[in-house]
């Protein structure tokens, strides 16, 4: 049963994995809104699949290895959309109202799981089929939203097609053509693509592994590997057999519980969003958030081992009650660090050229590890109990260590200055551990952000070397 549970899972991670590349190539060709758009047609028949099979496991299975390529693919497209058109002032915000869309969805699911659970007779198929049928109504809303909405103007440059960027871009921020904020944004975008174009014809895939690129592709995938091993995908796919092993016995009350978690991760990710996104940055959220959830996943592992519950009691003791505050502490850890940011975070830091293949290739990796988590994590539970929980706290300690020493703070910092962010390779300088701050190498000195100011002459024909920024001195140094 176990084995089935994580067949069930993971058979949706793994299409997953597949979806996020083969939409790679598919936007770079087509545009963000068509891919968008297929994804969302493809998640439908996966789900229909699965709604309309009745003893065959394989069908359900297929059903959702479907379902899979689609939710992939919109994983990969819809981060990688909003960076692109979002200010550099607002564009956390967006990131993480992306992953508070995420946690709302999971959270409507739990209290539909719950309900069914409730209210529909377990003698037939309706407990499961209902949910799987309500797959297809947020489905079918990503493709009506996906023919309304506005091409990116970033997508529409890099296709020769400037005018439609520039009317694009206009609408997206609600200003005139000749608006001279908008035409310093649009001539910025305009010279960081042309330049890439100028330095290298025609963007491929082995681009990401080019000196100036893989740093930044390693640390992308390093974040999204980080994610996994949080082990917040083991209480999101098997948050009811995880509460009823520390304790909370009885299907309908695990489940209640999970509800609760769902509605916790909610409302903390919306409190993040509205007060901490941008203020915070990237790095203090990942930084203090891995240490949280370390301290919480170490606390239930040991309290699991020297309190363990009682298989038939009637209520959960107190040793229970912890841990369960504990997971819930987990949560709201969690959804205010490492479930919005790294989203935010592996889609700004790449290079215009190369952004749809290394936004892919990030979330193929974070698809390909949560297969692995939620292949192993019933499997372990039965095997290694309470050891489970101590294995993520680890994992959790050591990926603080490498947020200290690699993760750069990205907020307010244009996606065109990325270069010089992160030229200092894998590991920062000393200069860099600042948690709060952006601090830029270039040319040896440090650039502060606020200070950094750029004009752009002539943007069809500038070069590099034209471009002056502002040093802390206040002496102009070449780029």
């Known amino acids: 049963m176990a084995n089935i549970k994580g067949n069930i899972v993971a058979t949706?991670?793994?299409?997953?994995?597949?979806?996020?590349?083969?939409?790679?190539?598919?936007?770079?060709?087509?545009?963000?809104?068509?891919?968008?758009?297929?994804?969302?047609?493809?998640?439908?028949?996966?789900?229909?699949l699965q709604v309309v099979t009745t003893s065959d496991l394989n069908v359900l299975y297929a059903g959702r290895a479907i379902s899979g390529l689609g939710v992939g693919a919109a994983s990969m497209l819809t981060p990688t959309y909003l960076s692109e058109v979002a200010p550099r002032r607002i564009r956390g915000k967006l990131g993480t109202a992306y992953g508070f869309s995420i946690f709302f969805g999971i959270m409507v699911s739990y209290w539909i799981d719950y309900g069914c659970e409730r209210g529909l007779s377990a003698a037939g198929h309706d407990q499961w089929r209902v949910p799987m049928g309500l797959q297809l109504v947020p489905g079918a809303l990503l493709f009506v939203g996906a023919v309304f909405i506005k091409e990116s103007p970033r997508w529409l440059i890099k296709s020769d097609n400037r005018e439609k960027a520039l009317s694009n871009l206009c609408y997206i921020r609600m200003a005139h053509p000749e608006d001279p904020e908008l035409q310093q944004e649009y001539q910025d975008i305009c010279f960081s693509i042309d330049e890439e174009l100028r330095v290298s014809h025609g963007a491929t895939i082995s681009e990401m592994f080019l000196p100036q690129n893989r740093v930044r592709v390693l640390i992308g995938f390093s974040i999204m590997i980080c994610q996994q091993f949080s082990g917040t995908n083991a209480l999101t796919y098997y948050a009811p057999l995880l509460f009823q092993e520390i304790g909370l016995n009885g299907t309908s009350s695990s489940l209640f519980a999970t509800g609760v978690y769902g509605i916790v991760k909610t409302v903390f990710s919306m409190a993040f969003l509205l007060l901490l996104a941008e203020r915070a940055g990237r790095r203090l959220p990942l930084f203090v958030g891995a240490i949280s959830m370390s301290?919480?996943?170490?606390?239930?592992?040991?309290?699991?081992?020297?309190?363990?519950?009682?298989?038939?009691?009637?209520?959960?003791?107190?040793?229970?009650?912890?841990?369960?505050?504990?997971?819930?502490?987990?949560?709201?850890s969690y959804s205010m660090s490492w479930g919005p940011v790294p989203f935010t975070y592996v889609s700004e830091i790449y290079p215009n050229r190369i952004r749809e293949y290394c936004v892919a290739m990030g979330l193929a990796t974070q698809w390909a590890f949560n297969y692995c988590i939620s292949r192993i994590v019933p499997l372990a539970m039965q095997n290694i109990g309470w050891r489970t929980f101590l294995m993520f706290g680890i994992f959790n300690a050591a990926i603080a260590v490498f947020v200290f020493f690699v993760i750069r703070e990205t907020s307010g910092v244009a996606l065109e200055h990325m270069d010089n962010l992160f030229s200092t390779g894998f590991f920062m300088k000393p200069s860099q551990w600042n948690l709060r701050k952006p601090v830029i190498i270039g040319n040896g000195d440090v650039i502060d952000i606020p200070d950094l100011e750029l004009d752009v002459k002539n943007v069809q024909g500038a070069h590099m070397e034209d471009i002056e920024s502002q040093s802390i001195s206040g002496s102009s140094s070449r780029k």
């Open 12 to 48: 949706l991670q793994a299409g997953c994995f597949f979806g996020t590349i083969f939409m790679s190539f598919f936007t770079a060709r087509y545009g963000r809104r068509w891919g968008m758009a297929i994804a969302s047609l493809v998640f439908n028949i996966g789900a229909i």
């Open 295 to 332: 301290s919480a996943m170490l606390i239930i592992g040991i309290v699991l081992a020297c309190k363990p519950p009682l298989p038939d009691a009637s209520s959960p003791s107190s040793a229970s009650i912890g841990m369960i505050v504990m997971v819930y502490i987990f949560c709201v």
